[in-house]
């Protein structure tokens, strides 16, 4: 389905962070957006506030009447979803197109220039933080994160103009091999989601495969240390980041009184005093990997020093499904 004919979305397991941010990033569009979810929230009932059609049982009688046309709706689901899930069955028996999250947002890789984070840990603080300093910077971004931005009150950040958009990489389900990043942060790769992989090292070479997804041209920036062994295609930079090696790194670091302050070492240029508006010691590292994303895609030093002092953190962090 070419996207000028989808006039109405409908997700499954419409509740969860990664899927309520691309249900807004469709009601900002102007479209019909509704949906199933197993038990209102607080976050259902805010996306009902901005205009999308929810309901909590599952029957296909509870689907709105413009969500049942295949020639003009879109189904988004969620693998945690059963196969045997009513409506899913309904709309697989009726031929429709439908899509898990992470392919609509591998679609969006494909039309913008992906900033995607990945990792067993860290992603989601390390994407926000990024998304933040790119949204207050003069290049501005889209952004869908895996938390609520205390900055923004929401998972979503929209853009009218700007080419960038930062994603959170679920590893869940192999979920980030549908993304084509332009750079990647990859922050760890600590064995998890066994179930899916069942051993650790089918969990490095999934993430193996997802550096080969990095567009040519593109960059990856990887924690220093990590065990997976990148594989990028030629033209990829590569550079390793940490708290105190890698090509990307802190220095002169103090933490005083409630505060924290460090200057950064980076191939493009050091940046110094940079002061955390979250101060706790683990955004040193999360912060060095947010700031060399976004200045290895043009922020400039003064940017990157206000992005990171006006960074409030997330007030909820979930899984993506």
Same mark, same amino acid.
């Not at 499954?12 to 962070?17: D, F, P, V, W």
């Not at 952004?143 to 959170?168: C, P, Q, R």
């Not at 980030?176 to 760890?188: A, C, D, E, G, K």
């Not at 950064?264 to 700031?291: C, R, T």
């Given at each position: ?38 038990? #209102?929230?607080?976050? /259902? ?16 009688? $509870?689907?709105?009447?413009?969500? +049942?046309?295949?020639?003009?709706? @879109? ?11 009513? $409506? ?29 984070? *990945?990792?067993?840990?860290?992603? /989601?603080? /390390? =994407? %926000? ?7 207050? =910077?003069?290049?501005?971004?889209? *952004?869908?994160?895996?938390?609520? &931005? ?8 929209? =853009? ?20 084509? #990043?332009?750079? =990647? ?8 989601? @066994?179930?899916? !992989? ?12 997802? /550096? ?28 390793? !980041? ?16 409630? $505060? ?11 940046? +110094? ?15 060095? *990997? %947010?700031?060399?994303? %976004? ?22 962090? &979930?899984?993506?499904?």
């Amino acid at each position: 389905m070419k996207p000028k004919d989808i006039k109405a979305v409908y997700f499954i397991g419409a509740g969860g962070i990664g899927m309520s941010a691309i249900a807004r990033y469709f009601i900002k569009k102007g479209l019909v957006v509704a949906g199933y979810d197993k038990t #209102p929230s607080e976050l /259902t009932q805010q996306l009902e506030k901005e205009g999308m059609l929810l309901h909590y049982e599952e029957s296909v009688t $509870e689907i709105p009447y413009v969500c +049942k046309d295949p020639r003009s709706c @879109l189904v988004i689901y969620t693998p945690a979803i059963p196969e045997s899930h009513q $409506e899913l069955a309904f709309f697989r028996a009726n031929g429709f197109e439908i899509e898990k999250r992470a392919q609509v947002l591998g679609t969006l890789t494909c039309t913008h220039k992906g900033l995607c984070f *990945a990792g067993t840990h860290g992603k /989601t603080t /390390t =994407s %926000a933080m990024c998304a933040h300093i790119m949204h207050q =910077s003069h290049l501005d971004c889209n *952004a869908f994160l895996g938390g609520i &931005s205390k900055n923004y009150g929401t998972n979503y950040i929209l =853009s009218d103009h700007s080419d960038y958009v930062v994603i959170e990489a679920d590893e869940f389900d192999r979920s980030f091999h549908w993304l084509r #990043p332009w750079m =990647s942060v990859i922050t760890s790769t600590d064995p998890d989601h @066994l179930d899916i !992989y069942g051993t650790e090292e089918a969990y490095l070479d999934s993430f193996r495969y997802y /550096t080969t997804l990095i567009q040519e041209g593109g960059a990856l920036i990887i924690h220093h240390g990590l065990q997976m062994k990148p594989e990028v295609k030629p033209g990829v930079r590569i550079y390793q !980041y940490g708290l105190n090696k890698g090509d990307f790194h802190a220095t002169n670091i103090q933490i005083d009184n409630g $505060e924290i302050t460090f200057d950064l070492i980076s191939p493009v240029e050091d940046v +110094k005093g940079i002061h955390l508006g979250q101060p706790v010691p683990i955004n040193i590292e999360n912060g060095v *990997a %947010a700031m060399a994303m %976004a200045q290895l895609n043009g922020c400039t030093a003064a940017e990157l020093k206000y992005g990171m002092k006006t960074y409030q953190g997330l007030t909820a962090v &979930s899984i993506l499904r």
